[in-house]
């Protein structure tokens, strides 16, 4: 039935085959509910930030897409939530964060085996961790998914959740290094939570190894909070997975769209598949505001993408695609957040160097005076000449009703269950702290 509507709708431009298969639960990985409530609140709760003032949910909020609505986030030394979110006159940030929060949708689907715009994490079964990270050989073991690993990062970032230099005991470890072992800051932040009797009586009831006297590891917290995203973010419920099901209809502009997206608009060379990713990486243009991926003694405001990670001059500005379930509710778009507006992003999109040429400002920023300004590498017409020199994709033009089109099937890619969430936010969490709603 799939096949033969793909043959009436997209005949002349695509064949049946261009059409993924129907998302399956053969597709996920298993989830234990106790689990996934554990993590739920775990993901709500700030005890797991340096200053107890952020939990996972500041920036990965429903009410923005499982984003936080901004360009580029405001982490430690901001107040508020999404687009509201301001500095702290008392505790100001050191800089924005780099790059645009990215949605979690799906990413307990099996094929998801790399995370991150630049992919610096990995699913590498030839070490030990079964991880290829930054930690490199220091890498534990213990997680059970890279979705699980990928939690060890936010915790550790000054501008995310760690707090700056001496502020708290997990900042301080992390400024010496001290990531691993029984001092370092994975382990600092699980004895907090170690401490807190309610959290250890739910460790032990869905852990049976911590119920036999262990006590509870960093892992722990993370493959927690894994199961809680991937349940809670399961997103394969919208229009367009009824429609490849046989189950439903799309309208007559959705299905124009949907023509163009695996026809001559070629989007379906990179966000093929079921989820709408190639997990590839690729060099489209898109433009770069904010600080850049510099170390903190570095000038520059460049971010060369998947080059931080392999090296390799081939790579520079090259990100990774990103999955499109539920893409129309968490701009802004592109992996700085350079376009508040989706149809401007597809404008920018399908003629990225001309765009680039003739770009203004579209971010969605809190007002804050950084010592890096936003947008150095935008007013420096060699930065922006050697990202256009890079672009891959071809020019397509695209009319304006054509481009309505585009955004009307994007917008069949909508789950509604995904972006409420399953559990939701719970009205306490056990450290008592207070709950971003």
Request: aromatic share 8%; proline share 8%.
């Amino acid at each position: 039935m799939r096949a033969m509507l793909a043959v009436i709708f997209l005949a002349g431009t695509a064949t049946a085959g261009e059409l993924p298969a129907p998302v399956t639960d053969a597709d996920y990985r298993p989830v234990r509910l106790e689990e996934a409530k554990l993590g739920q609140l775990l993901f709500w709760d700030p005890i797991l930030s340096g200053n107890r003032n952020i939990a996972c949910g500041t920036c990965h909020h429903p009410k923005f897409g499982t984003s936080d609505g901004l360009s580029l986030g405001m982490g430690e030394g901001g107040r508020g939530l999404g687009p509201d979110r301001v500095p702290d006159p008392a505790n100001l940030p050191e800089q924005r964060i780099p790059r645009n929060a990215p949605a979690l949708f799906n990413l307990g689907a099996r094929e998801f085996t790399v995370l991150f715009h630049d992919g610096r994490i990995e699913a590498d079964p030839s070490r030990p961790s079964g991880l290829r990270t930054p930690l490199e050989d220091e890498m534990v073991t213990g997680f059970v998914s890279l979705l699980s690993a990928q939690t060890m990062f936010p915790v550790l970032s000054p501008d995310e959740m760690a707090g700056h230099y001496s502020e708290n005991e997990i900042s301080e470890a992390v400024r010496q290094g001290l990531i691993t072992g029984e001092d370092g800051a994975w382990s600092r932040i699980a004895a907090r939570v170690e401490a807190i009797p309610e959290y250890r009586a739910m460790f032990e009831a869905v852990y049976p190894e911590i119920a036999a006297g262990r006590e509870i590891r960093f892992t722990d917290i993370s493959n927690a909070i894994a199961a809680f995203v991937e349940h809670e973010f399961r997103a394969d419920g919208s229009p367009f997975d009824a429609y490849l099901r046989g189950e439903g209809t799309l309208s007559p502009e959705a299905l124009a769209g949907m023509e163009i997206f695996y026809g001559r608009g070629g989007c379906s060379g990179c966000h093929a598949g079921k989820f709408q990713t190639d997990h590839r990486f690729h060099a489209m243009g898109a433009p770069q505001l904010g600080p850049g991926k510099a170390e903190r003694f570095e000038r520059h405001s460049r971010d060369l993408g998947r080059m931080r990670v392999t090296n390799d001059p081939a790579d520079a500005y090259a990100f990774r695609t990103p999955s499109l379930r539920n893409v129309v509710h968490t701009g802004p778009w592109g992996h700085a957040g350079g376009h508040s507006s989706l149809a401007g992003w597809l404008r920018h999109h399908i003629d990225p160097a001309a765009g680039l040429s003739v770009y203004r400002p579209d971010a969605t920023l809190p007002a804050f005076e950084p010592a890096k300004p936003d947008w150095a590498v935008l007013q420096n017409p060699e930065e922006i000449r050697e990202i256009a020199a890079r672009v891959e994709r071809v020019p397509l033009s695209l009319s304006e009703a054509e481009i309505a089109s585009l955004i009307a099937f994007l917008d069949t890619l909508t789950d509604r269950q995904a972006l409420d969430g399953r559990l939701g936010i719970p009205e306490r969490v056990p450290s008592g702290l207070p709950v971003d709603r």
